[in-house]
């Protein structure tokens, strides 16, 4: 989780603003939580990993953003289970009410050979990095349109942007967010309703660090990235913020890229 003492910008319009976020538990999606809450934002947040999420609000209160903003709640659920999503969303908003910001972040970007890929196993990936985000969005928008807008954020990857192979399935649906947050962006806009991709780069959470990089990993970002520093979840999250909040009103159907400079 970054460091929120650190001194970066703030959003006056984000406090008070109910947001639902999924894979919220490690990752970005957990810096993502404690960004927005630092913010003053409500936020719920959706995984599976209770030990994590506990860990998660703990940390947050000793950062002393719980203190002085909400507490975050976390709400277990499978996004694969698309009557769970449903029914965590419901939750949510009977906890802190109608939701104005929906992120999109739950995914798993488990690699796979052309080879392995069964019907079974396709069909899981689109579920858990595609699929949620438009029944996700479905049920939120109701909500903003009756807030008179809102801010919804899907998680793309530059993986199919830059020929990434080794996930067929992944880098495919990945590829589908960009077409899905540019149809969401019209039908959802006349409702004041903006809706955007944040593409990441290779970003070095625990996760990252610990299964795949590796030596050529470091060289191949030395390469490729303008920006020689590695990327960390807070360089996300705080572009998510900005997407967020009011300062960002005109923009949508975009992408969104942090990436060092990788495409």
């Given amino acids: 989780m970054t460091n929120l003492n650190t001194t970066f910008a703030s959003y006056p319009s984000l406090t008070d603003r109910t947001v ?3 894979g919220g538990t490690t990752g970005i999606g957990a810096d993502m939580v404690a960004q927005f809450v630092a913010q003053g934002a409500k936020v719920s947040f959706l995984g599976r990993n209770q030990e994590a999420a506990e860990q998660l609000i703990a940390a ?3 950062e002393g953003a719980g203190q002085k903003c909400h507490v975050p709640l976390f709400l277990p659920c499978d996004v694969c289970d698309i009557p769970a999503l449903q029914a965590a969303i419901s939750t949510a908003r009977d906890h802190f009410g109608p939701i104005s910001i929906l992120v999109n972040n739950a995914a798993n970007d488990h690699r796979h050979s052309i080879a392995e890929t069964t019907v079974a196993s396709w069909d899981n990936g689109m579920a858990v990095n595609l699929r949620h985000q438009f029944f996700a969005a479905q049920a939120v928008m109701d909500d903003m349109q009756k807030l008179g807008g809102g801010s919804i954020i899907n998680l793309g990857s530059i993986s ?5 192979g ?3 399935a992944y880098t495919t649906s990945k590829a589908a967010i960009q077409g899905l947050t540019r149809s969401l962006a019209r039908d959802l806009g006349p409702h004041n309703i903006r809706v955007n991709t944040l593409v990441p780069g290779w970003v070095m959470t625990e996760k990252q660090i610990k299964l795949w990089l590796d030596d050529a ?3 191949e970002i030395d390469q490729m990235q303008c920006l020689k520093a590695r ?5 996300i999250s705080r572009m998510a913020l900005f997407l967020a909040a009011d300062d960002s009103k005109m923009c949508t159907a975009q992408d969104f890229i942090v990436d060092g400079g990788w495409v």
Avoid: C, H
């Fill in 20 to 22: 639902l976020i999924s």
């Fill in 60 to 62: 947050i209160a000793a």
């Fill in 160 to 164: 199919w942007k830059n020929k990434t």
């Fill in 166 to 168: 080794g996930m067929p």
């Fill in 217 to 219: 990993g470091e060289r």
């Fill in 231 to 235: 990327l960390d979840s807070g360089d």
